[in-house]
């Protein structure tokens, strides 16, 4: 009885363990233009559109463990209505190493004569390559616009690497 209490205490710990998420902390600074984009008028209201776009981040500050962040491109779908819009789509980070992982995010922004001025998301970690494959995690953004047209976003959350 003894050996299957320290088995199971032992089994416990080693699930624990395994489960542990690693926190994330990221500040990406992300250009004033979209690479591409297109967007269609609803013709429903004035000021409705559909929106998608891509467009690339640089990182500021953040890492996966002892990876550290370098680029981030984003691919997005926005239901714009006058300066309020509802967005989602996939951030695409590459780490240093290479490697890269995929995060799923939907949320909402502002916007004045094109340019962010306030936004939030919520994200989901879909995957990644390498050491990253099988990644999990969630955690959100909170994003403000800067003077040069440029946004800056603040994100936080946790992970677990893929096995």
């Known amino acids: ?6 088995v199971a205490c032992w089994l416990v710990w080693c699930v624990s363990v395994s489960a542990a998420a690693d926190k994330i902390s990221s500040q990406w ?10 967007s269609i008028a609803v013709g429903d209201q004035e000021g409705h559109a559909y929106h998608i776009s891509q467009g690339k981040c640089a990182s ?13 491109m984003w ?11 509802k967005d989602h789509g996939i951030f695409v980070v590459t780490l240093a190493s290479g490697d890269k992982v995929f995060y799923n995010y939907h949320g ?8 962010v001025e306030a936004g939030t998301n919520t994200w989901t970690l879909s995957g990644g390559t390498g050491k990253f494959k099988g ?3 969630e955690g959100g953004c909170k994003g403000k616009g800067n003077p040069d047209g440029t946004s800056t976003w603040n994100c936080d959350g946790t992970y677990s690497a893929g096995k």
Request: overall charge neutral.
């Open 108 to 115: 909402s922004q502002t916007v004045q004569d094109g340019k």
């Open 29 to 38: 600074k992300c250009a004033a233009k979209a690479g591409d984009e297109h």
């Open 60 to 72: 500021e500050k953040g890492a996966m463990g002892d990876a550290k962040e370098q680029a981030g």
């Open 75 to 85: 691919t997005q779908f926005d239901d714009v209505t006058g300066g309020k819009l």
């Open 135 to 137: 990644v999990t995690g």
């Open 1 to 6: 009885m003894r050996k299957f209490v320290l």
